[in-house]
T-cell receptor, first 111, second 116 residues
């Protein structure tokens, strides 16, 4: 079964601190992995998209890593801001464009 | 990129009624999808909206309950029929821009339905 598991389910961090979110997947055959940010009451917005050959990709204070051998990805948030409070969703795409969604990690940044 | 507009953004509906959600993309797109996001859960694909033909539904979703139209390359509708409280969800339209499958998927802001 093609699955995407994210951890932790939720976390609370202080403004200015860093945090790392994890994503493990069993999706095959693998095409690409995306991280989305979903603010409460809004649609998901793409942060990064990585293919098999890419190990890391950054988007501002967001840095995603991918280890296709171990089927693991992480999303690192640097110097968190209050606006980073959101749900972060890991999405893995197969070659046939079927997408598998993780349940998301809810991040709360407190002043 | 693609800007996706959905309406209504939210609605409160009575049990047994039907509601149609509209999705408009600002450019021609190859693929359009409809997702459901139940409270506290991730996204579940309802169907792929095919231009000029019947939508392709995922397991657990049927055309009678979720009829979909896609008359052209920029517009689609999803109807939630004979609603019950279990249909209370956010419904999201998404699309892959351009004429080729680039892999980039954009989402609308979602339509939050509450069924009483």
């Amino acid at each position: 079964k093609n699955q995407v598991e994210q951890s932790p389910q939720s976390l609370i961090i202080l403004e200015g601190k860093n945090c790392t979110l994890q994503c493990n997947y069993t999706v095959s055959p693998f095409s690409n992995l995306r991280w989305y940010k979903q603010d409460t009451g809004r649609g998901p917005v793409s942060l990064t998209i990585m293919t098999f050959s890419e190990n890391t990709k950054s988007n501002g204070r967001y840095t995603a890593t991918l280890d296709a051998d171990t089927k693991q990805s992480s999303l690192h948030i640097t110097a968190s801001q209050l606006s980073d409070s959101a749900s972060y969703i890991c999405v893995v795409s197969r070659n046939d464009y079927k997408l598998s969604f993780g349940a998301g990690t809810t991040v709360t940044v407190r002043a | 990129s693609a800007v996706i507009s959905q309406k209504p953004s939210r609605d409160i509906c009575q049990r047994g009624t039907s509601l149609t959600i509209q999705c408009q993309v600002d450019s021609q797109v190859t693929m359009m999808f409809w997702y459901r996001q139940q409270p506290g859960q991730s996204l579940t694909l309802i169907a792929t909206a095919n231009q000029g033909s019947e939508a392709t539904y995922e397991s657990g979703f049927v055309i009678d309950k979720f009829p979909i139209s896609r008359p052209n390359l920029t517009f689609s509708t999803l109807t939630v029929s004979n609603m019950s409280p279990e249909d209370s969800s956010i419904y999201l339209c998404s699309a892959v821009p351009g004429r080729k499958n680039t892999g980039e998927l954009f989402f609308g802001e979602g339509s939050r339905l509450t069924v009483l």
